[in-house]
């Protein structure tokens, strides 16, 4: 028993300092939607594993503690004392420093490979749109039967395949055709189904830099070709 309990203790400190470094590698290069679980394991442990020899590395030239958690003995009639516990939580912080450093690095030169290559490693696309775009802003939404509604954004799932990608629209308006405009609805929220969504837009605010004119035409009308644009706007 205190074999297998040794066992377990290193595999946990093994892996435990990859899981940061694997939500920035997620973060900077995209969540894969159709990754298995083994694979996401594995990278976090390629990330400790990496952390771990940086660590030992920097450490040599600084007299760090050295990780004395990585060997099975260290768990084997286990004293705990004051000087242990220093010497294994001075370790651990350094070897999870050292392995967000590491994913930093791997995600940095694999965003400058796939932004040079014109690719993405992930399709992140809608979970850029919702995360970074959507906020303090008004959408509208279009469904497969010809409805319209503009409402704000109040959750909008991410991270999983386009048809189930639901929302929930707060304060929803709909398209009056009539009236020409959006009209408020009685409805607080309004679900959608994420099957049912063939498009999403987010309106412009007035403080929003753009390098168009809301209204005005894009193109030459006399030579068919796009306006001088200023891009410091």
């Known amino acids: 028993m ?7 203790l290193v595999i946990l400190f093994a ?11 997620q973060r900077i290069i995209g ?6 679980q083994w694979n996401t394991v594995i990278r976090m442990i390629g990330f400790s594993v990496g952390g771990l020899i940086l660590y030992i590395l920097l450490g040599g030239l600084i007299n760090a503690p050295l990780p004395i958690y990585i060997s099975p003995s260290t768990f084997i009639n286990f004293n705990i004392n004051r000087v242990t516990l220093l010497t ?21 030169i694999l965003l400058l490979i796939n932004r040079w290559s014109k690719s993405t490693e992930n399709p992140d696309t809608w979970d850029k749109f919702v995360e970074k775009y959507v906020e303090k802003h008004w959408v509208v939404v279009k469904i497969n039967n010809g409805d319209a509604y503009a409402g704000i954004l109040e959750r909008a799932d991410i991270a999983i395949e386009q048809n189930e990608r639901d929302l929930i629209l707060k304060e ?7 009236a020409e405009n959006y009209i408020a609805t009685s409805y607080q929220y309004l679900f959608l189904l994420g099957s049912t969504i ?26 068919g070709q ?8």
């Open 2 to 8: 205190p074999s297998t309990i040794s066992g377990l």
């Open 226 to 233: 796009p306006k001088e644009i200023d891009h410091e706007q």
């Open 172 to 178: 929803p308006a709909k398209y009056s055709i009539k």
């Open 15 to 25: 892996v435990l300092p990859g899981v940061p470094g694997n939500s920035i590698y």
């Open 88 to 108: 294994i939580s001075g370790a651990f912080t350094g070897h999870f420093i050292c392995s967000i450093l590491i994913s930093l690095i791997f995600s940095v």
């Open 198 to 223: 063939t498009s999403i837009g987010i309106v412009s605010k007035p403080d929003d830099k753009r390098l168009t004119t809301i209204g005005s035409p894009i193109f030459d009308a006399q030579q």
């Open 31 to 36: 969540k894969d939607r159709k990754e298995s």
